[in-house]
């Protein structure tokens, strides 16, 4: 009898630990090893490249809308990056302290950017792409595109049309499922981030053809049966 007890209680353990690692798997955050943009036929919009833009990230092909204006992304350069998810972007560029943002308002500086990119990326006409860009780009650094404003290379009827598409971000917009890739990198001289509005299933609950759900579900059986023992 007691050594039928012994090995219900081992095998509860176990389930346990396999519950625990999965929700881990599922909780901890994701990292892309690599991100290279190929050469391909950028659209320009007042004398800059403007997204979307086509992108291999693991080796895996994506399209991804650039977050940074004032950093440089050389074409065929692979770099390393960091894959930050809605619920954790506490390690990403600008968030807390970019133009004096809070962490709240930087989480509301990533939704407006991830909106934005969607309409960027449902839109084939150059005017909306290049201002839904510069749009994303007066998000993170305004002070870029102020002095591009200042200096003629964007015109006021161009920033009018930036200006109209940040007006019409519904407020208190949460964005759906988008990943921010960071780079590695993080000086002056770095690479640019990226947004990808499509967030990559995790691969533990991938490969098991499980979801959050029921891996509660399991634990709550696997409670109960330990109640009955």
């Not at 990198?185 to 499980?210: C, I, M, N, W, Y």
Request: proline share 5%; aromatic share 10%; glycine share 6%.
């Amino acid at each position: 009898m007691n050594g039928g007890k012994r090995r219900k209680t081992q095998r509860m353990r176990t389930k346990l630990c396999i519950f625990s690692f999965l929700l881990l798997a599922l909780l901890a955050p994701a990292y892309a090893d690599s991100l290279v943009v190929p050469d391909q036929g950028f659209t320009t919009w007042a004398g800059e490249y403007v997204s979307p833009c086509s992108a291999v990230i693991d080796g895996v092909s994506a399209t991804i809308i650039c977050l940074d204006i004032a950093r440089n992304t050389y074409i065929g350069t692979t770099y390393p990056y960091v894959a930050n998810y809605p619920n954790d972007l506490t390690t990403t560029l600008h968030y807390n302290g970019t133009n004096g943002a809070t962490i709240a308002a930087s989480v509301a500086q990533y939704n407006e950017a991830a909106y934005l990119s969607i309409q960027l990326l449902n839109t084939t006409n150059v005017d909306d792409r290049g201002a839904l860009a510069w749009a994303i780009w007066d998000i993170f650094d305004p002070t870029t595109v102020a002095k591009d404003l200042a200096s003629g290379q964007l015109t006021s009827a161009q920033m009018d049309a930036v200006k109209a598409k940040l007006t019409a971000v519904p407020a208190g917009f949460t964005a759906p499922d988008y990943v921010v890739y960071t780079p590695s990198d993080r000086s002056s001289g770095g690479p640019q981030d990226f947004v990808l509005v499509k967030t990559p299933e995790a691969p533990a609950l991938g490969l098991l053809g499980l979801d959050l759900s029921a891996l509660f579900g399991l634990f709550l059986l696997f409670r109960r049966r330990l109640s009955r023992s």
